[in-house]
């Protein structure tokens, strides 16, 4: 087995898959009603930001600890996301169509931070 060498938080498959999620977050709340700018779709934006930016900040941190800390914190941030795409579908803003590739990314990103941070516990 080939290994790969991590040079950059860029260089994390779970850091790129969260980039295109906060992408896709972005893409699914534009058609959100209006009257939503500063409640739901700040709050979902916000949080999809949030995920990436954790995940580099922990990774450019010097201590092991650390970067599982902020690790935690993208994982935080990636629940209170799903709960908020359930209200939103709940609500029924966009289409059910249109939430299919955000829940996937979601799922995905979800899953591989849930691996890291268990594997930099020991």
Known sequence: MEKIIVKSHKDLIVWQKSMDLAIAVYELTEFFPRAELYGIISQMRRCAISIPSNIAEGRRRGTRKDYRQFLIIAFGSGAELETLIEIAKRLQFGKKADYK??????????????????????
């Open 101 to 122: 590739k955000v829940d996937t990314l979601l799922n995905e990103v979800m899953k591989m931070l849930n691996r890291m941070t268990v594997a930099l516990k020991s």
